[in-house]
């Protein structure tokens, strides 16, 4: 793939799950459909504060379930839960 | 809609109301009453203690009628209709129910998952009666797929979701028989399906118009396309698939990993609910919201992943 901007080759590198393409003459960046998203996902779980740890005497927590391939990276984003459009996903056909 | 379709939302009032009553009933009455669908594929309306259904136009009387006595045999898993003959309005044919305290839609979090799982095993444990017609899931998520390439054919969405569908075996979109083994099924599963009956009888299915014979983890596949997309939470969607195994559901093995199962039907059900929301969100103009968007990113993601050869097979 050339780059849109100064026509230099661009190479595909592997961010966390996310493929970006990067021009090697420019530096520019270019994201697929979707891709954004992700990367935004990532940097909203890295800026949540780090969770407390556990006291010892407590049992692990039960472990997540199994999921597909194509499921759903780190673990959803279920700040969603509070959309309209959520609530109606569940109720209709 | 067309253009007969107040005068029949005003017939089957009517009607509901004459069967709540046991006479013919026009005058106001302090009863409950309302319009709980109102869509060419069922028109809904309650009046006290009655819900008059009038279902889509193409709807086969005997493929009905034997899904309706399906449901009268198994009163513990369906709400059973109402012994008032099925009539028919305007060319729909109409049937006639009790009326069940839904799940309150501005609670999710308050689902019933457990309840509605038992139900499902129960459903699929019981052995389907002869002549019932198939489970219609597939032929629901197909006819999504053409509305949104007739509707939407150049939104940006549609490439994905096209994609996605592209993956799936013949029988996903119901031009192959199922995979066996089959089982009872209800056909469209989701939190509107589930009911209370009023006196504290516990809850129940609704909506007979997809039941039929089939491979029952279509109905296991909302839930597990929602989890997929990241969002029904890991815990709720962990907790559905216990209570259905605890309660000896074969749609999926007793333990072990159940997407070998579960993936194409989740995949199909990913797509049909991905190409209603666009063919909607089209039809009135707008932009994909945010719970659109992560359900249009789970096709562009099935897309880049082969699907199993068969259930149970690893992909």
Known sequence: ?93 | MPPDHHPLLRELTARAAAVAHQVPHTAPCPCAAATLADRPDGTVVRHGDTVAKAHARDADPGELRARMETASRLGDTFVAPLSHPSTDLRGRPVTFWPYGIPVDPDAPEAAPWEPAATLLARLHRTPAPPGLPGMRGPLNAARAVTRLRAEAPDHPATTPVLKAWSTLPAWAGAEAPMPGPLALCHGDFHLGQLVRLPGGGGWRLIDVDDLGTGHPAWDLARPAAWFACGLLHAEEWARFLAAYRNAGGPAVPAAGDPWPYLDIPARALTVQTAARMIAKAVGEGRPLDEVETCVVDACARIASVEAPAAPGAQA
């Open chain 1, 1 to 93: 793939m050339q780059c849109p901007k100064c026509r230099a080759p661009m190479h595909t590198y592997n961010r966390n799950g996310v493929q970006i393409e990067q021009c090697s003459g420019c530096r520019g960046i270019f994201l697929d459909y979707g891709e954004l998203e992700a990367l935004t996902r990532l940097e909203a779980q890295w800026s949540q504060p780090a969770p407390p740890a556990a006291p010892q005497a407590y049992p692990a927590a039960p472990p997540a379930p199994a999921a597909p391939a194509w499921g759903a990276p780190h673990g959803g984003h279920y700040g969603h839960r509070r959309h309209k459009s959520f609530g109606h996903m569940l109720f209709s056909s």
